[in-house]
């Protein structure tokens, strides 16, 4: 009795433990788990602990498929089978692949894709491999823009070619419960001829712009020269109008003080001005080597009339004092 009993509990406790194995499940942050019962669609588990009913409901198990790198870089595909939906957003590296562009070139291209799950029940049941089918719609997606585009376009419409894979890949994947989020380019590899091709140009287009800014700073600096050059002799011209013009009022103003001088003495102040000629040309001949100077006839007749002159400067002299009668001519 006491054996069989012994039994009993045994077999209940390995029961009890079978059960709470079995018929409790706990799901973690940011998981969930599609529970099915008698092979249909029940619920689905979000975090934490949850009680099932072993034999009569199971977990749905669904398989991945993706890439990996081992130690030595190179890609491996690998393949699980889980009954966890990671509802993060999850990386999504696609191998390296062969497009043809609109010339007719073949480049080596691959990409990075960022995707979030919004629906495991479409995920579940709507896609027998979700990466596997985001990868193939990827590469398919990709031949198509990239056929349309020429070589350097290629390179020029990096943002572009994101945007409309993603929105091509956004729009067809939402069946399947995805969000994609984010498309990105990495290497866009073209045949080792065409990118020796392409550094050719490149250098024959900094040569072209290193002349033309080089031919349009010398035209620069030859135009400001030639403005500098134009202002400095307009600024001479100003400097000589402006000496003369000075010049001018003060000759014109000695001229009027000696013509008033001269009034109140009844003097022709014409005469005194050409007599005072004559002597600065008599003294310019007398610097000369000849030791005989010639004068014309009419110089005896303005010479005369530098008596009344001298009269004149005498009476001067007195007023303002000595000095003015040595400078006359004897």
């Given at each position: 009795m006491t054996t069989a009993l012994t039994?009993?509990?045994?077999?209940l406790a390995v029961f009890i433990g079978?059960?709470?194995?079995?018929?409790i499940v706990t799901v973690r942050q940011a998981e969930v788990m599609v529970i099915e019962r008698l092979g249909q669609f029940n619920r689905v588990l979000?975090?934490?602990?949850?009680?099932?009913?072993?034999?009569i409901e199971k977990k749905r198990f669904i398989e991945w498929r993706y890439l990996e790198y081992d130690p030595e870089g190179r890609q491996v595909k690998k393949r699980i089978r889980t009954e966890r939906i990671d509802l993060r957003e999850t990386?999504?590296?696609f191998p390296k692949q062969n497009v043809i562009t609109k010339d007719n070139v073949i480049i080596e291209i691959n990409a990075l894709l960022f995707f979030q799950i919004t629906d495991p029940i479409k995920v579940v049941y709507e896609i027998e491999n979700l990466l596997s089918a985001i990868e193939k719609l990827t590469q398919t997606t990709l031949r198509n823009i990239l056929g349309e585009m020429e070589l350097d376009?290629?390179?020029?419409?990096?943002?572009?070619?994101?945007?409309?894979?993603?929105?091509?890949?956004?729009?067809?994947?939402?069946?399947?419960?995805?969000?994609?989020t984010r498309v990105e380019?990495?290497?866009?590899?073209?045949?080792?001829e065409v990118r020796d091709d392409m550094e050719m140009q490149l250098r024959a287009e900094r040569q072209r712009r290193a002349s033309v800014t080089q031919s349009e700073g010398y035209r620069d600096s030859e135009?400001?020269?030639?403005?500098?050059?134009?202002?400095?002799?307009?600024?001479?011209?100003?400097?000589?109008?402006?000496?003369?013009?000075?010049?001018?009022?003060?000759?014109?103003?000695?001229?009027?003080?000696?013509?008033?001088?001269?009034?109140s003495r009844n003097c022709d102040p014409t005469q005194y001005l050409i007599a005072m000629r004559y002597i600065e040309t008599l003294k310019e001949i007398a610097s000369g080597n000849g030791k005989v100077v010639f004068l014309p006839y009419e110089a005896t007749g303005v010479l005369g009339s530098l008596g009344t002159i001298k009269e004149l400067f005498k009476d001067m002299t007195h007023q303002q004092g000595e000095g003015w009668e040595s400078t006359l001519p004897k």
């Open positions: 039994i009993f509990f045994v077999v079978f059960l709470i194995r079995r018929g979000h975090a934490g602990i949850h009680p099932i009913i072993p034999g990386l999504l590296d376009q290629t390179f020029r419409s990096r943002d572009l070619i994101n945007n409309k894979l993603r929105d091509v890949l956004d729009e067809n994947t939402d069946n399947w419960g995805v969000k994609i380019l990495q290497d866009i590899n073209p045949p080792a135009i400001n020269k030639g403005e500098g050059d134009k202002r400095a002799k307009s600024l001479r011209a100003d400097a000589d109008a402006y000496s003369k013009l000075r010049v001018a009022q003060a000759e014109a103003e000695s001229i009027r003080k000696i013509a008033d001088a001269l009034k």
